[in-house]
């Protein structure tokens, strides 16, 4: 309930913050990382420092996806897969990739995604981690009490993802191109249990977070 009601500030705060944007016909350069108080707080000042700066808007639509800080980095959430086990995971990507990266193109060197896992409604599990690196991904993992950015080549985590071929090695992509498009974060719902991939259809048909069911 919590959750939803800061989903639907961060949604109002968004929203304005795009009608100011158009209206005066401005939008603002990439926001340097802030340390926030909270997530409403983050999105109070990106909202604020939104009307006073010039940049293209539709390079800056991304700014209304939900920022989490993580070990002092700025990620901005772009997708949530659920899956009819009633487990979920949430993807996260760090900020500076996400202002910088063009759609279409390969993830560049120092992007770093995060997946939130949950066996159940709010109760964060294992973090896995992957970073774009010269040679390929290189993967990692954290307790959520304990976030760590090390990464090395696995071939275990490599495998499997392999499997995402059209997408490069990472399964989400598709949903990242939409959250970085429209500013909203895209959700998928997959018929199969736990971390089995599902067919490349349910990564590219999602709708958006506030009509899902977190
Ligand atoms: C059995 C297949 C499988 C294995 C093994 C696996 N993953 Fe994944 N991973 C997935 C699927 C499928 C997704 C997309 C989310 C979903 O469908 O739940 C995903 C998503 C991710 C993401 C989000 C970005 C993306 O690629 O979409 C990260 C980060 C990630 N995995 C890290 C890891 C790490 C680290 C390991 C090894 C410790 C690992 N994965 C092993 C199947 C796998």
Redesign the pocket.
């Known amino acids: 309930m919590t959750q939803r009601y800061i989903l639907g500030l961060l949604g109002a705060l968004a929203a304005a913050t795009l009608l100011l944007a158009c209206a005066t016909r401005t939008a603002p350069p990439v926001t340097p990382a802030v340390a926030p108080v909270s997530p409403t707080a983050t999105a109070a000042i990106t909202a604020s420092s939104n009307v006073t700066t010039t940049a293209s808007p539709a390079n800056t639509v991304w700014q209304t996806l939900p920022q989490q800080m993580i070990d002092g980095v700025a990620f901005r959430h772009y997708?949530t897969?659920n899956?009819t086990d009633g487990t979920y995971?949430q993807?996260f990507i760090d900020e500076a990739t996400l202002s910088t990266w063009t759609p279409g193109q390969p993830l560049p060197v120092e992007s770093f995604?995060?997946?939130e896992t949950y066996y159940s409604p709010q109760v964060e599990s294992t973090n896995?981690?992957?970073a774009m690196s010269i040679d390929g991904f290189h993967?990692?993992?954290f307790s959520p009490s304990r976030p760590s950015f090390t990464t090395q080549p696995?071939n275990?985590?490599a495998?499997?993802?392999g499997?995402?071929e059209d997408a490069a090695?990472?399964?989400?992509?598709a949903m990242l191109t939409a959250a970085r498009q429209t500013g909203a974060v895209a959700t998928t719902l997959?018929d199969q249990g736990g971390?089995?991939?599902?067919t490349a259809e349910?990564?590219r048909e999602f709708v958006e977070l506030l009509e899902g069911e977190k």
């Open positions: 997708a897969v899956r995971r993807m995604l995060v997946m896995f981690t992957k993967y990692g993992s696995d275990s985590c495998a499997c993802h499997r995402a090695g990472t399964f989400t992509l997959c971390r089995t991939p599902c349910v990564y």
